[in-house]
């Protein structure tokens, strides 16, 4: 089955800072990736995706880039902001014998100091 | 549209005893996951619905088991509750369709404490 590795598991960064959470996975047949985001005391929210036959991809201060040689994917914050604050999930999709399965990385705490 | 909810949303059950859990999926959506959700674990797969039928299973004891119905709400169910179960679970629907993009919309999750 899939196996999907995320780091850092804490991240700390002062406000106006960049930062990147990465992570890798182990099936090749992984063809979608999300990104979720979870408040203090709140659900996971999908915050940015994509699929395997793109590279990069970038929403407003979030971009995630792809590479699918080395099965790695990232996610990069720039120019962070206290509401940036949370922690951020990683996920592949798998699709096994006609289903799909998602596998979620275990999640990096980013902290962004004022 | 309505989101996806679960309930409760807040549980306290003693060792030993066993509790079931709703979630109900947005209309339409007939893929229905669970996770267990600890500090330090993440997101732990549980198992997965489509179709009134279970098609995914994570790593857990058999304590552990669901059901989905055919209005696509889902219920799981820990038998014999342990200490270490004290977690959030959270339940996530989807479409599920093979050829879009379908997106998993998270349930504010039930917070299961055991004593």
Known sequence: GENVEQHPSTLSVQEGDSAVIKCTYSDSASNYFPWYKQELGKRPQLIIDIRSNVGEKKDQRIAVTLNKTAKHFSLHITETQPEDSAVYFCAARLNSGGYQKVTFGTGTKLQVIP | ?115
Not at chain 2, 17 to 24: A, D, F, G, I
Not at chain 2, 42 to 50: I, M, P, R, S
């Open chain 2, 1 to 115: 549209k309505a989101g996806v909810t679960q309930t409760p949303r807040y549980l306290i059950k003693t060792r030993g005893q066993q509790v079931t859990l709703s979630c109900s999926p947005i209309s339409g959506h007939r893929s229905v996951s669970w996770y267990q959700q600890t500090p330090g674990q993440g997101l732990q797969f549980l198992f997965e619905y489509f179709s009134e039928t279970q098609r995914n299973k994570g790593n857990f004891p058999g304590r552990f088991s669901g059901r989905q119905f055919s209005n696509s709400r889902s219920e799981m169910n820990v038998s014999t509750l342990e200490l270490g179960d004290s977690a959030l679970y959270l339940c996530a629907s989807s479409l599920a369709r093979r050829d879009k993009n379908t997106e998993a919309f998270f349930g504010q999750g039930t917070r299961l404490t055991v004593v």
